[in-house]
């Protein structure tokens, strides 16, 4: 059965910066892309980007791209999210997703099928 | 304010229907059929319970079903049960140039009375 297992929680200070990796089984993990989104105490999710863990290739969103970095490890069958120069405002839960887009975010299906349990940064002095 | 429009919260007694609707543009839901929905109960993370406007994934109940007319999409949930009670998001794609390709709902909370 497809699973995505993420790293543990973590508290960081304001200006330092996370690392979160998602662990994948039951499926070919460059067959899909994966997607990351978070989502604030009490509120929605929000959509941060994907990377292709066929190609590599990624899209950011534009809020984040100067602070986030998605890579994968295919021996291990892991994805990475990296966030930097983090603030109070980052304070999260951060999901990775299993996602059928593949070559290009252009010509994607824009739906996550296969979810992580979800990974709780707290950025706080 | 997000980029998609939903009730805050919905409620429906056991057995009955209920209808959650995503309200989005012609740049996004008017225009494709990439509105999907999930289901997220308290603490846990979000599950996929339907893509591409209507299709539903192998193993979600044949009572979520969903559909869309214009730029309003709709999620009906029939035969409420309280397993039911959760929060739910719609989500699009989007060629708006001043959003991110894909954008969620706000939310809406289902209460099985």
């Known amino acids: 059965q497809v699973q995505l297992v993420q790293s543990e929680a973590g508290v960081r200070k304001p200006g330092a910066s996370v690392k979160v990796s998602c662990k994948a089984s039951g499926y070919t993990f460059t067959n899909f892309g994966i997607t990351w989104v978070r989502q604030a105490p009490g509120q929605g999710l929000e959509w941060m980007g994907w990377?292709?863990?066929?190609?590599?290739?990624?899209y950011y969103v534009h809020k984040f791209e100067d602070r986030v970095t998605m890579t994968f490890d295919t021996p291990t069958s892991t994805a990475y999210m990296e966030l930097r120069s983090l603030r109070s405002d980052d304070t999260a839960v951060y999901y990775c997703a299993r996602d059928r887009t593949i070559y290009d975010i252009l010509n994607g299906y824009y739906y996550f099928d296969y979810w992580g349990q979800g990974t709780l940064v707290t950025v706080s002095s | 304010q997000t980029a998609l429009t939903q009730p805050a919260s919905v409620s429906g007694s056991p057995g009955q229907s209920i209808t959650i609707s995503c309200s989005g543009t012609?740049?996004?839901?008017?225009?494709?059929?990439?509105v999907s929905w999930y289901q997220q109960h308290p603490g846990k993370a979000p599950k996929l319970i339907i893509s591409?406007?209507?299709n539903r994934p192998s193993g979600v109940s044949n009572r979520f079903s969903g559909s869309k007319s214009g730029n309003t999409a709709a999620l009906t949930v029939s035969g409420l049960q309280a397993e039911d009670e959760a929060s739910y998001y719609c989500?699009?794609?989007?060629?708006?140039?001043?959003?991110?390709?894909?954008?969620f709902g706000g939310g809406t909370k289902l209460t099985v009375l």
């Open positions: 989500s699009s794609y989007t060629s708006s140039s001043t959003l991110p390709y894909v954008i």
């Open positions: 591409e406007v209507s």
């Open positions: 012609s740049s996004d839901i008017g225009s494709y059929e990439y």
């Open positions: 990377i292709s863990a066929y190609n590599g290739n990624t």
